[in-house]
């Protein structure tokens, strides 16, 4: 190692990874890590997936940012994750703070700690990082010598409970606001930093790059709504944008996929075929904040590929998107890629497939590698009525002849997922998931000429998120969600001839009020985060950590006085006219359209994919200045350079 | 019905290669199945044409014989891989390296030439670094065990907790006589302080004792306390050397791979 300002902690960690478990998520080292020279770059980023390591490290949004902020000359970034309890008290104990498992720097050290939350249930392992990094929670507390705490990925459009806790957030993709932000520090520090800290993300919100949520004020009506969401300097706009990439092959990473020695949540080579989804699921955030649609050419995906394994050595290639099988070329895309690398032992997947997409040239595609991972299908409501609800354009027939096709191509297992609580749903729409269940089966045997086949339906909570045509509805409670998931599982129970042949998964209501708090919470909400996490919450995505009872003890403590609650942000339906925490953060959806689609939704119209059919005015083109990009791309992958299958270790003869 | 496997040329193993490879610094950290991936993801990168099993998952056909086990250091673990061509071991051994993150190093390939590796892995060398310690109590907990016939220890294993005896399989423990702070490739202990460094030898046995039976008997012999930064390192794994005199086992292992090794003689290693 080389001389630096910043030391790494390693030498006081390593007596301490003895002593916990699995201490090898903790040492850093990842195949196509980097590691630069500290003193050598204006701009130092530690970005933090705020998960176990092996949750966050297979992260596509960090590895891609850590990879973009890495090739810069003037910049290093370095990557950190939550500790799990065990080694969070020996570092108190002992006085080791938060640090990167790069180069095992402090991450007090950096100039910024950006944070990547997917999902809300991660709020308390920021607290924990930045308490152990000795960063004060509060922002309002920081000075010059901390990091500038910066949240980003999907549950930044509603960073309002953690406001207190962060200087600033961004909106939507990450590439080049990434550049834009560490243009403005450097800036910042090479011109002595006027104004201080406080002069920097003054810079930064009236860029337009970031979201600062001290700049604003919120005020609040006697009954508890939100009044207003006003900018309290000036210059600072009104309304913050998300920030969308334009051109996907110029954006080609990660070119260097980091592959941990320890074992992640997914082992394998993922390449995102295409961002944004104008399906139009209405419960869909990620569909509704990504828009619009824009594809990637073959050439380039084939050559992210290429380039990936060999630097990987992955066996598996996942073909990412919100809807991998609505690529407009995925049937030129599956040959080309099982034409290249057939006999090398390499699969290829389709993670997230519509069931009218699927077919039986991509079935055939798929298994050709020799391997066949699971096929999921998301039918999402379990009754054709629920279906026009959310606008899952799916019907029972196209759900029959996917199945159908599954199997007779030789699968054995297929998983269906649904959603459970869903606006205006009745007991009898989840319970005909059952019937919907026993008809795959009795279709899937027929087909497959056996009897040996299985069918796993798999159902979760539906949480109403902020913007979508579902921000304005009522969550269902625990206890409602429970009883309705106990009528389905009694139902597939019933069914003596194909009950045995239908798995049934589900999770219970509570995790899903507590998200659906911190989705739709506002600056208030933050009181319950601090509470519960001053009282040991951790890890609240993981079943064994999660204490349900803890954080409503936690809302009792922190909203006492307030004339909100939990049920109150969470089964209250909102009116059109309530100001909601999130209206001054702009996803490029025009609210009056999210309106009529909710009340599309209530009335059981369907609304196409604007793709394929004109549109539909959601606001997104026009206010963000962007389009549609679908194919044909008039790439292919001839030309390309030939997958070697002679190796170059053969002894001369 | 049954289900078919999907049909695949078939390619033959027509050469078997033997690697020792060490796992080394922060790398001590890696578990065993870290290094399985870790190798398998190696062989693609290197693109060594490794014979796969048949059927539904086809595997790599690779053996791994005695893992040292998770947060020890080693200069001395051994692997087997079936290929589909004549390699050139040199060649295999650089190229594996490159793609190894550095840390898991491969130190040597031999065409296989003999059966039963494995059988030849009769014992191993450890090292144990115990900074910190008491010089004198680390002897007298030395001493004690040495002269015990047979010392208890328990170990939580997969099947639940085990009782076994870690004294019979230890061939030799010595206290070395003076502090080396500065030994190469052990796990990186701080330097600084005094450190009693133990030499241990232990031969095979089911069930396996391992450096840290051995410091749970020291604990229980005499009370020894063992502080929680003790570093091993295994220095090697192999035949025992037997006496001249009465051809009984001494303890020091020659190097398992030689016997595949063309015309080369057995050179003790691992001695102190």
Same mark, same amino acid.
């Given at each position: 190692?080389?001389?630096?300002?910043?030391?790494?902690?390693?030498?006081?960690?390593?007596?301490?990874?003895?002593?916990?478990?699995?201490?090898?998520?903790?040492?850093?080292?990842?195949?196509?890590?980097?590691?630069?020279?500290? !003193?050598?770059?204006?701009?130092?980023?530690?970005?933090?997936?705020?998960?176990?390591?092996?949750?966050?490290?297979?992260?596509?949004?960090?590895?891609?940012?850590?990879?973009?902020?890495?090739?810069?000359?003037?910049?290093?970034?370095?990557?950190?994750?939550?500790?799990?309890? +065990?080694?969070?008290?020996?570092?108190?104990?002992?006085?080791?703070?938060?640090?990167?498992?790069?180069?095992?720097?402090?991450?007090?050290?950096?100039?910024?700690?950006?944070?990547?939350?997917?999902?809300?249930?991660?709020?308390?392992?920021?607290?924990?990082?930045?308490?152990?990094?000795?960063?004060?929670?509060?922002?309002?507390?920081?000075?010059?010598?901390?990091?500038?705490?910066?949240?980003?990925?999907?549950?930044?459009?509603?960073?309002?409970?953690?406001?207190?806790?962060?200087?600033?957030?961004?909106?939507?993709?990450?590439?080049?606001?990434?550049?834009?932000?560490?243009?403005?520090?450097?800036?910042?520090?090479?011109?002595?930093?006027?104004?201080?800290?406080?002069?920097?993300?003054?810079?930064?919100?009236?860029?337009?790059?970031?979201?600062?949520?001290?700049?604003?004020?919120?005020?609040?009506?006697?009954?508890?709504?939100?009044?207003?969401?006003?900018?309290?300097?000036?210059?600072?706009?009104?309304?913050?944008?998300?920030?969308?990439?334009?051109?996907?092959?110029?954006?080609?990473?990660?070119?260097?996929?980091?592959?941990?020695?320890?074992?992640?949540?997914?082992?394998?080579?993922?390449?995102?075929?295409?961002?944004?989804?104008?399906?139009?699921?209405?419960?869909?955030?990620?569909?509704?904040?990504?828009?619009?649609?824009?594809?990637?050419?073959?050439?380039?995906?084939?050559?992210?590929?290429?380039?990936?394994?060999?630097?990987?050595?992955?066996?598996?290639?996942?073909?990412?998107?919100?809807?991998?099988?609505?690529?407009?070329?995925?049937?030129?895309?599956?040959?080309?890629?099982?034409?290249?690398?057939?006999?090398?032992?390499?699969?290829?997947?389709?993670?997230?497939?519509?069931?009218?997409?699927?077919?039986?040239?991509?079935?055939?595609?798929?298994?050709?590698?020799?391997?066949?991972?699971?096929?999921?299908?998301?039918?999402?409501?379990?009754?054709?009525?629920?279906?026009?609800?959310?606008?899952?354009?799916?019907?029972?027939?196209?759900?029959?002849?996917?199945?159908?096709?599954?199997?007779?191509?030789?699968?054995?297992?297929?998983?269906?997922?649904?959603?459970?609580?869903?606006?205006?749903?009745?007991? !009898?729409?989840?319970?005909?998931?059952?019937?919907?269940?026993?008809?795959?089966?009795?279709?899937?045997?027929?087909?497959?000429?056996?009897?040996?086949?299985?069918?796993?339906?798999?159902?979760?909570?539906?949480?109403?998120?902020?913007?979508?045509?579902?921000?304005?509805?009522?969550?269902?409670?625990?206890?409602?969600?429970?009883?309705?998931?106990?009528?389905?599982?009694?139902?597939?129970?019933?069914?003596?001839?194909?009950?045995?042949?239908?798995?049934?998964?589900?999770?219970?209501?509570?995790?899903?009020?507590?998200?659906?708090?911190?989705?739709?919470?506002?600056?208030?909400?933050?009181?319950?985060?601090?509470?519960?996490?001053?009282?040991?919450?951790?890890?609240?995505?993981?079943?064994?950590?999660?204490?349900?009872?803890?954080?409503?003890?936690?809302?009792?403590?922190?909203?006492?006085?307030?004339?909100?609650?939990?049920?109150?942000?969470?089964?209250?339906?909102?009116?059109?006219?309530?100001?909601?925490?999130?209206?001054?953060?702009?996803?490029?959806? !025009?609210?009056?359209?999210?309106?009529?689609?909710?009340?599309?939704?209530?009335?059981?119209?369907?609304?196409?994919?604007?793709?394929?059919?004109?549109?539909?005015?959601?606001?997104?083109?026009?206010?963000?200045?962007?389009?549609?990009?679908?194919?044909?791309?008039?790439?292919?992958?001839?030309?390309?350079?030939?997958?070697?299958?002679?190796?170059?270790?053969?002894?001369?003869? | 019905?049954?289900?078919?496997?999907?049909?695949?040329?078939?390619?033959?193993?027509?050469?078997?290669?033997?690697?020792?490879?060490?796992?080394?610094?922060?790398?001590?950290?890696?578990?065993?199945?870290?290094?399985?991936?870790?190798?398998?993801?190696?062989?693609?990168?290197?693109?060594?044409?490794?014979?796969?099993?048949?059927?539904?998952?086809?595997?790599?056909?690779?053996?791994?014989?005695?893992?040292?086990?998770?947060?020890?250091?080693?200069?001395?673990?051994?692997?087997?891989?079936?290929?589909?061509?004549?390699?050139?071991?040199?060649?295999?051994?650089?190229?594996?390296?490159?793609?190894?993150?550095?840390?898991?190093?491969?130190?040597?390939?031999?065409?296989?030439?003999?059966?039963?590796?494995?059988?030849?892995?009769?014992?191993?060398?450890?090292?144990?670094?115990?900074?910190?310690?008491?010089?004198?109590?680390?002897?007298?907990?030395?001493?004690?065990?040495?002269?015990?016939?047979?010392?208890?220890?328990?170990?939580?294993?997969?099947?639940?907790?085990?009782?076994?005896?870690?004294?019979?399989?230890?061939?030799?423990?010595?206290?070395?006589?003076?502090?080396?702070?500065?030994?190469?490739?052990?796990?990186?202990?701080?330097?600084?302080?005094?450190?009693?460094?133990?030499?241990?030898?232990?031969?095979?046995?089911?069930?396996?004792?391992?450096?840290?039976?051995?410091?749970?008997?020291?604990?229980?012999?005499?009370?020894?306390?063992?502080?929680?930064?003790?570093?091993?390192?295994?220095?090697?794994?192999?035949?025992?050397?037997?006496?001249?005199?009465?051809?009984?086992?001494?303890?020091?292992?020659?190097?398992?791979?030689?016997?595949?090794?063309?015309? +080369?003689?057995?050179?003790?290693?691992?001695?102190?």
């Amino acid at each position: 190692m080389f001389m630096s300002s910043v030391e790494s902690v390693y030498p006081r960690l390593e007596p301490l990874l003895a002593q916990v478990s699995k201490p090898v998520q903790y040492i850093g080292g990842e195949l196509n890590a980097v590691v630069k020279e500290w !003193d050598a770059v204006d701009v130092h980023w530690a970005l933090m997936y705020p998960d176990a390591y092996e949750v966050g490290v297979p992260n596509q949004g960090v590895q891609i940012l850590y990879e973009v902020l890495n090739e810069r000359p003037d910049a290093l970034a370095e990557r950190t994750y939550a500790v799990w309890p +065990d080694l969070e008290a020996l570092m108190r104990t002992h006085g080791v703070p938060q640090f990167t498992v790069d180069a095992h720097r402090p991450v007090g050290a950096f100039d910024v700690l950006g944070v990547s939350f997917s999902t809300e249930l991660g709020y308390t392992n920021l607290l924990t990082a930045i308490d152990l990094a000795g960063i004060p929670l509060r922002a309002a507390d920081r000075d010059e010598t901390h990091p500038l705490v910066v949240a980003g990925g999907h549950a930044a459009f509603n960073p309002e409970p953690i406001a207190d806790f962060i200087d600033a957030a961004v909106l939507g993709d990450g590439e080049e606001a990434v550049l834009r932000f560490t243009d403005i520090v450097k800036e910042h520090k090479r011109s002595g930093a006027p104004g201080g800290r406080d002069g920097l993300l003054y810079a930064l919100a009236r860029s337009g790059v970031a979201y600062v949520p001290s700049m604003y004020d919120v005020g609040y009506l006697p009954d508890g709504r939100i009044a207003h969401v006003t900018p309290n300097r000036p210059g600072v706009p009104a309304r913050v944008g998300k920030h969308t990439v334009m051109d996907l092959d110029e954006w080609p990473y990660p070119k260097a996929p980091l592959v941990p020695l320890a074992e992640s949540v997914h082992e394998r080579m993922s390449v995102e075929i295409f961002r944004g989804c104008t399906r139009g699921c209405r419960f869909c955030q990620a569909g509704m904040i990504t828009r619009p649609v824009r594809e990637r050419s073959q050439r380039t995906i084939a050559e992210i590929v290429d380039n990936g394994l060999r630097r990987t050595g992955h066996e598996e290639v996942g073909l990412l998107s919100l809807s991998s099988a609505d690529h407009s070329e995925i049937a030129e895309i599956a040959k080309g890629l099982a034409d290249r690398y057939e006999g090398t032992e390499t699969g290829l997947s389709l993670p997230s497939t519509r069931v009218d997409a699927f077919n039986i040239d991509l079935a055939n595609e798929l298994s050709r590698g020799g391997r066949r991972s699971g096929l999921t299908f998301a039918p999402e409501g379990g009754s054709e009525r629920m279906r026009k609800v959310i606008n899952k354009m799916v019907t029972e027939e196209d759900l029959i002849r996917t199945v159908a096709t599954a199997y007779s191509h030789g699968w054995r297992q297929v998983k269906l997922y649904f959603m459970c609580g869903l606006p205006t749903e009745t007991d !009898d729409d989840v319970v005909q998931i059952a019937a919907l269940a026993a008809q795959v089966i009795a279709k899937g045997r027929e087909v497959a000429g056996t009897k040996d086949i299985r069918c796993t339906v798999s159902i979760g909570g539906f949480i109403p998120k902020p913007h979508t045509p579902f921000q304005w509805a009522a969550q269902l409670g625990a206890d409602e969600t429970d009883a309705r998931l106990a009528k389905l599982r009694d139902a597939i129970r019933a069914d003596r001839q194909y009950g045995k042949a239908i798995g049934f998964r589900y999770h219970d209501g509570k995790p899903g009020v507590v998200e659906g708090l911190l989705s739709r919470g506002d600056r208030r909400v933050g009181r319950i985060i601090e509470q519960v996490w001053r009282d040991g919450a951790r890890f609240d995505g993981w079943r064994e950590h999660f204490s349900y009872d803890a954080w409503m003890q936690a809302a009792r403590t922190a909203l006492a006085g307030e004339p909100v609650d939990v049920a109150w942000y969470t089964t209250r339906e909102r009116p059109r006219d309530e100001v909601l925490p999130w209206d001054h953060l702009d996803s490029g959806l !025009d609210k009056e359209w999210l309106w009529d689609d909710w009340l599309d939704a209530q009335a059981e119209v369907e609304l196409d994919d604007c793709r394929w059919s004109p549109c539909f005015a959601c606001g997104v083109c026009p206010q963000l200045g962007t389009e549609i990009q679908v194919g044909p791309s008039g790439t292919t992958m001839l030309g390309m350079p030939e997958v070697r299958r002679d190796s170059p270790l053969v002894a001369q003869q | 019905m049954s289900r078919q496997a999907p049909e695949r040329p078939h390619q033959p193993t027509v050469q078997r290669l033997r690697l020792r490879y060490a796992r080394r610094g922060r790398l001590r950290f890696s578990s065993h199945r870290d290094f399985q991936r870790a190798l398998e993801r190696a062989l693609r990168r290197a693109e060594v044409p490794v014979a796969f099993s048949q059927g539904f998952n086809p595997r790599p056909r690779v053996s791994y014989a005695n893992a040292a086990a998770t947060g020890v250091a080693s200069e001395a673990e051994y692997v087997e891989l079936s290929v589909t061509a004549v390699l050139d071991p040199e060649r295999v051994r650089a190229a594996l390296d490159a793609a190894l993150p550095p840390g898991l190093d491969v130190l040597d390939v031999v065409a296989a030439r003999t059966p039963d590796l494995v059988g030849r892995l009769e014992a191993s060398v450890y090292e144990v670094r115990l900074p910190g310690a008491d010089a004198g109590a680390v002897a007298a907990a030395v001493e004690a065990f040495l002269a015990a016939p047979e010392v208890e220890v328990e170990r939580l294993t997969k099947n639940g907790m085990r009782r076994f005896d870690a004294r019979a399989a230890v061939l030799r423990l010595e206290l070395r006589a003076t502090p080396d702070p500065g030994a190469e490739g052990a796990g990186s202990g701080p330097s600084g302080p005094p450190c009693a460094i133990l030499d241990l030898v232990v031969r095979h046995v089911t069930p396996v004792v391992r450096p840290d039976d051995v410091l749970a008997a020291l604990r229980q012999v005499a009370s020894l306390e063992v502080p929680v930064t003790a570093s091993v390192t295994r220095w090697a794994q192999g035949p025992l050397v037997p006496d001249p005199t009465d051809g009984t086992p001494r303890d020091a292992v020659t190097d398992p791979l030689a016997p595949d090794r063309d015309g +080369d003689g057995v050179g003790a290693v691992g001695t102190a």
